[in-house]
């Protein structure tokens, strides 16, 4: 067997152990991510490599940010297992048929697909993958031959997720898009999976199936991670909401009207920043929570010591835009 698709195997089991050990995941990220470079040639300092695209509805991040995003491990390894779990639970309805997967935003090595492809054949599993980036392009097409996947991919596509059509044949069971920093903020996942949903039938899963902002005030969550004083949820972007986000978008408070966030006294000193808190569903069991990855770092608003009067009203709306994210006022 190709000697490549043997260390893909070994990697992705035990980057998917069930056995808790954080120091072996990390590594097996550290070895996929060394292992697709080496494979496919893939120099993060090359100028292509180097550049990101500005979208009307976001910031497509550089190939080589998206490769690095593969070893923020935490977040590979539970969107994987989610991944995996979806497709499962979609082989169970499938009458034998295989389940179509639509992954948005591959990067360079379609991270999130290319390791399940030692679990399930292709015969369970057809993957169109999108992505916006040439030169991203050019290494996926390496890396679909290089791992013999070829069964395995129903289209490569070079477009904008965020306005590209889905083919009348193609009748997804799954889309998947990563495409997001914390907070919803700056790329482009928002505009991404409202336009894709929005072509899909109903019982379409989306992954991640949630993605929650809330507004918090934190204390020193260093020393007490659960210095935390909810005040808002903002934001729930899951299949329905996408659709409304397309379709209805009046009909989403955060987006048309805005949310008001009261803090009507004073909060107890130790809470010293205001903050936007994400927390992600992936599928089933699979969720990242506070500080537990890149995506859900809290997003820093204002130091509260900036709030001179109480009771305060700040409105907080997201703007689906070129540069997509909440802005806040004070009222």
């Not at 070893?71 to 389940?99: C, Y």
């Not at 914390?182 to 929005?198: C, G, T, Y």
Request: hydrophobic fraction near 45%; aromatic fraction near 6%.
């Amino acid at each position: 067997m190709n000697p490549a698709i043997v260390k893909l195997q070994s990697v992705t089991a035990a980057l998917l152990s069930p056995v808790l050990n954080y120091n072996a995941w990390r590594e097996s990220t550290i070895s996929l991510s060394k292992l697709f470079a080496d494979t496919v040639g893939f120099d993060e300092m090359e100028e292509a490599n180097q550049s990101e695209i500005h979208t009307q509805s976001g910031k497509a991040i550089a190939p080589r940010w998206a490769a690095f995003c593969l070893t923020d491990f935490m977040r590979t390894r539970k969107f994987i297992l989610g991944i995996k779990d979806a497709i499962e639970e979609k082989l169970k309805k499938s009458n034998g048929q295989p389940v179509t997967v639509i992954y948005a935003g591959t990067g360079p090595f379609a991270s999130l697909t290319t390791p399940l492809t030692t679990i399930f054949s292709p015969g369970h599993l057809q993957i169109l993958m999108l992505e916006i980036n040439p030169s991203s392009i050019l290494y996926l097409k390496k890396i679909v031959k290089e791992f013999n996947m070829e069964a395995y991919v129903i289209e490569l596509v070079e477009a904008d997720a965020a306005t590209w059509s889905v083919p009348r044949h193609i009748k997804p069971d799954i889309v998947v898009s990563e495409t997001m920093n914390n907070a919803l903020q700056k790329e482009p996942q928002v505009s991404i999976v409202s336009n894709l949903l929005s072509q899909c039938m109903p019982d379409t899963i989306l992954i991640p199936e949630l993605v929650k902002v809330d507004a918090c005030l934190l204390g020193n969550t260093m020393e007490n991670p659960e210095d935390i004083l909810h005040l808002e949820t903002l934001l729930s972007l899951d299949a329905e909401t996408a659709v409304k986000i397309k379709n209805y978008p009046a009909k989403v408070a955060a987006i048309s009207q805005g949310i008001v966030v009261n803090i009507s006294e004073m909060p107890p000193e130790r809470f010293t920043r205001l903050a936007l808190n994400t927390s992600i569903l992936i599928f089933g069991q699979h969720r990242l929570g506070f500080n537990e990855c890149g995506l859900t770092i809290p997003h820093i608003i204002m130091r509260t010591d900036a709030i001179k009067k109480y009771p305060a009203s700040l409105l907080f709306q997201y703007h689906v835009n070129a540069n997509p994210g909440f802005v806040v006022n004070a009222l």
